[in-house]
Structures are given as structure tokens and as C-alpha cells.
């Protein structure tokens, strides 16, 4: 067995045996910033993106088209559409100063220290996904390669040149994504940025960071008719050569190749480029704020081990034998009732989504249709698409619902039995209020006052037999993509949404009666409506 499979197996132990380096404290006034510096680099300001269409919905971009619509092919991207993809997903639009119940809250005020609040979620609010552009004839710009800087929403340029061809060589085979465009989204992540605070559980959270981002990009491109294929298996020691990082530092987490207007295969700017010689690469460098960058074992071993197979993507139906299991259709059933429409559109929802912080308000039940909702946009959120789908991703993650306080649902413990609308079966009706409370390290919530916590498990160990240690970063991939998806639903319905990591995996396992199976619970999302008229200050910038 690969490393993978005991670092999966620490995470899930980690709330009783504590992770190496069990005495560590992070030195704040050292930390890294929340973004790569390449000092001297040409800025390319992008457009704060094209109108966003009203019937661009939350619907539509997770869980596909109405039915009574005809099927629509949406645009394909130019400037316009990638700076609005990147403005709403991960560019800074706003800035939150309200009163609620994490540890940062004392800090806030201090605008060096401000919160920034993004589309998307991130473990930490630390962001460390970077984002680089490959470009080649079909855009507007001269071709080459560009880092995304979110504070400025604009581009940097890091190398002039045609270098797709490089990047279709690291996809591989000649049906790899990619072939169809020359312009590409490039995701890898910068482990100091994250690891100054989490350490060792570092990977673990900036591969589901990934997850989320990708996530966010098929949502807001699908309400606009437009299909994304992430690619999760290439040649990474390639690609991290051309960007010019350490493979020990900052990995390459996934290729997602743009439909791109103008490019027509094999004529004028649709002409695939030549591969560009060995020895190409970004000569720019980060330039780190951290005097002291520290290196954790754990990370930098899973690192080598996902990246170690990078190329061998996995045959169709490979996932297969870890598909999720049905949950037991002998156990006591409660329909749900018809889920409530998400009509608000993916920009807007993006816009207003954050974090709930213990500002459930337990007098107010969450709606048992909001509660059908979510469900349903959060299995859906777990389709990543590309190469993941292909191999048989889509079936592998199953979610359970501990119920405090939904209308028409009484309280405990059910695994969801999908369906339209789907329903609940009962694995424990003892209320859940004092476990879920117990079992949750953090003080920035209180569970018990969550209308219901949703969480979502894999079978880690199966798809790491079945596809390798590559395979984690799958799994977190999947789970990253349904904590987005949830939180955007949450948005678009006017509910309350937290998500954390803090918490007894085993204590779950053995709640959801999973001891005897190998689904392991990865997070858990917390429902709920909030308290009326909080103290609240929160100023758009975009």
C-alpha cells in the first residue's frame, strides 16, 4: 500500500492521536501572504466580466437543465467570460466585518488583517490554490503564461511565448482534454501558504480547497450552458518545470482546458502549437514574505505520492469497486418533500455566500424543502467531470443528514436515499444535538442549533486501491466540490451555511454505524437559518 493510505488513515484518528508536530504554534506575525508576489511582472487588468444572465441560475449550473427547456450550448470563453469566472470565483469582492463567533473576530478591524470575502471556499480563508493562465493564439493578448493575482483582479505575466503544446503533451493521449482549444486554467498549491497554520493536516485541506474551486467553475460555466472537463491525471513534473516551482513546494492539482471562442481546430489561431523545447520554463520567481518556511514530512511524502503516478490516468469504469454503497432500504423511511427551486442566479448567490458562525438561531426550523435542496445540490456538487468522470468518480460520494431542527423531519441520525425528491433513512432517532456539540472541536459553533449537519463520505481506501495514491486527491476533489455546492445552495435559498474539519472522525463512524464498512466522513455542513438583524458590516468592491 501506498503512503496515501496511512496519511488517510491518520486524518481519520487525528481527533484522538493527535498528527506530528503535536506542539506546533504558528508564527503569525511570520505568515506567508494569501497570494504569490512576482515582483517586476507586466499586470494585464482584466475585465470585471460580461452581464451575468439572470436565467443563469443556481438550478441550472448544479443540477442541470429544467426539463421543460430545450437543451442550450452555451458561449464559448473570451476575456470577457474568463474575468468574470475569475473575479466570481476567486477574486476579492467584498469585505466582512461581522459580529460572529470565530477566533478571528478581534482581528478584523485592522484593515491589514481584513476579511476579503471570494466566491469560493476556502479551509482557513487562506486561499493557496494559484491559478495560471496558458494562453495561445486564439486570445486577445500575446500567447504565454500568467498568474491570476486576485487582489488586482488582472494577470501577471510570467513567460511570452506559445507553450501549449506543452501542456497538451503533459495531458497525454491523443482523446486526453485539450484538444480542442489552446487556452488552459492551470491549478497548483502553494503548501507554505496553508501549512504555516495547518501543518501536517496541511494536504488535507488544500486538496479539497481545489475541489471547491473547480466546483464553483462547472457551476457558474453549466448555468451558462458551457461544459468544463478538469483534467486531475497528466504530467505534472512537466507542467511544475514550466511554471517554474518546486514539485516539493507547490503541486499541480489539475488542467482545465477552455472552449474558446475563435479557435477552430487545424485553421489560422486554432492551429495547435508546437511543443516547446525541454528547457522551457518560467524563469520568474514567488517572492516569499516568510523568513522561515518550514517543511512538514507529511506533506511533503503525500506530495511526492500523488505525484509519483500523475500520468497513469485510469481506465473508464475504474472507480467502479469503490462506489458508494445504497443505504439500506430495510431501514424506516421518511419521504422528503419536493425541493425548493435554487433561482437565484450563480454570480449573485456566490456573491452573498459566507460563513454562518455560530449565528443559528434553533427557534427558527430549517424548511424540510430547503432541506431536500441541499441535499440534492450537494450530491451533485460531487461531479467534478473530466478525467474523475470518466473513470466512474461520479458515484462515490453518499451523504448523511443528522436532523436537530427541520420541519416535518424528526430529529436523528439518516443516510439520504437520492431520488426526486428522494428520501431519508433512519440510522438512529435519538436526537443528535449533544453528540454532534461533543464531538466538534472548535468553539466557533454550537451544533445543537443547526436546523441539520449534512456529511458527506467516501470510501478513501477503495479508490486508493483501485486508481493509487493519485487517488486522494480525488477523494478530497469530491468532497471540496460538495461543501461549495452546498454552501452556494445555502446562498441561493437564504440560509444559514458553515462547514468545518474540526471534528471526531471515528465518533462519526461509529454514529453512522460505518465500523464495519471503509466510508470515512470527511466534513460536516451545518444548516440552519440565522438570527434576525445581526451586527453586520460588509462593503462590496465588485
Excluded at 193 to 218: C, E, I, P
Excluded at 378 to 400: E, F, I, K, N
Aim: glycine share 12%; proline share 8%; with cysteine.
Amino acid at each position: 500500500m501506498g503512503y496515501a493510505h496511512a496519511y488517510a488513515t491518520a486524518i481519520m484518528r487525528r481527533g484522538r492521536v493527535p498528527m506530528e508536530p503535536v506542539d506546533f504554534v504558528p508564527d503569525w506575525s511570520d505568515g506567508p501572504r494569501k497570494t504569490k508576489h512576482y515582483p517586476g511582472a507586466e499586470r494585464l487588468p482584466l475585465p470585471v466580466g460580461t452581464e451575468y444572465p439572470a436565467d443563469a441560475t443556481v438550478e441550472r449550473g448544479l443540477l442541470g437543465q429544467p426539463p421543460s427547456q430545450p437543451p442550450a450550448s452555451g458561449p464559448a470563453f473570451d476575456l470577457g467570460l474568463l474575468g468574470g469566472l475569475l473575479r466570481d470565483s476567486y477574486g476579492l469582492v467584498g469585505r466582512r466585518l461581522g459580529v460572529q463567533a470565530n477566533t478571528d473576530l478581534n482581528a478584523l478591524p485592522f484593515y491589514p488583517l481584513a476579511n476579503w470575502s471570494r466566491g469560493t471556499a476556502s479551509g482557513g480563508g487562506l486561499y493557496p490554490v494559484s491559478i495560471y493562465w496558458v494562453s495561445g493564439p486564439a486570445a486577445p493578448v500575446p500567447p504565454g503564461v500568467h498568474y491570476y493575482s486576485a487582489r488586482h483582479h488582472a494577470f501577471r505575466r510570467l513567460l511570452t511565448g506559445d507553450v501549449t503544446g506543452v501542456v497538451r503533451q503533459a495531458l497525454g493521449e491523443d482523446d486526453a482534454p485539450g484538444r480542442e482549444t489552446d487556452q488552459f486554467l492551470v491549478l497548483g498549491v502553494k503548501y507554505w501558504q496553508n501549512a504555516f497554520k495547518y501543518n501536517s493536516f496541511s494536504f488535507h485541506a488544500v486538496s479539497m480547497d481545489v475541489g471547491a474551486l473547480l466546483g464553483t467553475w462547472r457551476m457558474w460555466a453549466g448555468a451558462r450552458g458551457t461544459t468544463l472537463a478538469p483534467a486531475l491525471w497528466f504530467d505534472e513534473e512537466r507542467l511544475a518545470r514550466l511554471l517554474g516551482v518546486s514539485g516539493t513546494q507547490e503541486g499541480i492539482f489539475a488542467v482545465v482546458p477552455l472552449p474558446w471562442a475563435g479557435f477552430e481546430s487545424g485553421t489560422g489561431s486554432g492551429t495547435p502549437g508546437p511543443v516547446a523545447p525541454p528547457e522551457v520554463a518560467v524563469r520568474r520567481r514567488d517572492q516569499e514574505r516568510s523568513r522561515t518556511v518550514l517543511d512538514f514530512e507529511a506533506v511533503t511524502a503525500m506530495q511526492r505520492a500523488t505525484a509519483a503516478g500523475a500520468t497513469a490516468r485510469p481506465a473508464p469504469g475504474a472507480l467502479a469497486v469503490a462506489a458508494a454503497h445504497e443505504p439500506a432500504a430495510s431501514r424506516e423511511e421518511t419521504p422528503l418533500p419536493p425541493r425548493a427551486p435554487l433561482d437565484r442566479d450563480v454570480r449573485s448567490a456566490l456573491r452573498a455566500r459566507r460563513s454562518s458562525f455560530g449565528r443559528f438561531a434553533a427557534e427558527r426550523p430549517l424548511d424540510g424543502a430547503h432541506l431536500t435542496t441541499a441535499l440534492a445540490a450537494a450530491l451533485a456538487g460531487s461531479r467534478l467531470g473530466g478525467d474523475a468522470a470518466a473513470a466512474g468518480a461520479d458515484g462515490l460520494v453518499r451523504l448523511y443528514a443528522l436532523v436537530n431542527h427541520v420541519d416535518g423531519v424528526a430529529p436523528g441520525t439518516y443516510a439520504y436515499a437520492p431520488g426526486d425528491p428522494g428520501a431519508l433513512r433512519l440510522v438512529s432517532d435519538e436526537p443528535p444535538g449533544a453528540f454532534l456539540q461533543e464531538h466538534y472541536f472548535l468553539a466557533n459553533y454550537n451544533l445543537e442549533r443547526a436546523g441539520a449537519v449534512l456529511v458527506p463520505t467516501i470510501r478513501t481506501h477503495s479508490v486508493l486501491d483501485a486508481v493509487g495514491d493519485r487517488g486522494y486527491r480525488l477523494v478530497n476533489a469530491l468532497i471540496g466540490g460538495v461543501a461549495q455546492a452546498t454552501y452556494t445552495a445555502a446562498s441561493a435559498l437564504g440560509v444559514g451555511c458553515g462547514v468545518a474539519l474540526g471534528f471526531d472522525n471515528i465518533a462519526y463512524r461509529e454514529r453512522l454505524e460505518l465500523l464495519e464498512t471503509d466510508e470515512a466522513p470527511l466534513l460536516i455542513m451545518m444548516l440552519g437559518h440565522e438570527r434576525p438583524d445581526p451586527s453586520d458590516f460588509r462593503f462590496e468592491i465588485a
